[in-house]
C-alpha cells in the first residue's frame, strides 16, 4: 500500500511491503509505473529515495520494510 507522507523534507511516498523477495523489483516497477499515473505527483528529482529494512526483526518471517520515494505534487 503506498501512502504519502507529508515531512519536513519534502512529500514522500511511503510503501509498505512484506519481506524482501523474489518480487522485490515488482514493487519498485509497480510504484513507477503504476502508482504515479493516477496518483497526482511526480518523481522528485532533487532527493533521494531510499528503503527501510527493520533490522531487529528480519530474520522472522513476518519482517516488513518499506520504500520511500521523494514526490512532489503535479503542480508545483
Not at 509498505?16 to 523489483?25: G, L, T
Not at 514493487?27 to 504515479?36: A, C, T
Amino acid at each position: 500500500m503506498c501512502r504519502v507522507y507529508n515531512t519536513s523534507s519534502g512529500y514522500f511516498n511511503g510503501y509498505r511491503a512484506n519481506r524482501v523477495c523474489p518480487s522485490h523489483k515488482k514493487r519498485w516497477k509497480y510504484i513507477f509505473e503504476e502508482w504515479f499515473k493516477d496518483s497526482g505527483y511526480v518523481y522528485d528529482e532533487t532527493k533521494l529515495d531510499f528503503e527501510f529494512y527493520d533490522e531487529q526483526r528480519h530474520s522472522r518471517p513476518d519482517t516488513v520494510m518499506e520504500i520511500y520515494v521523494p514526490v512532489k505534487k503535479l503542480t508545483e
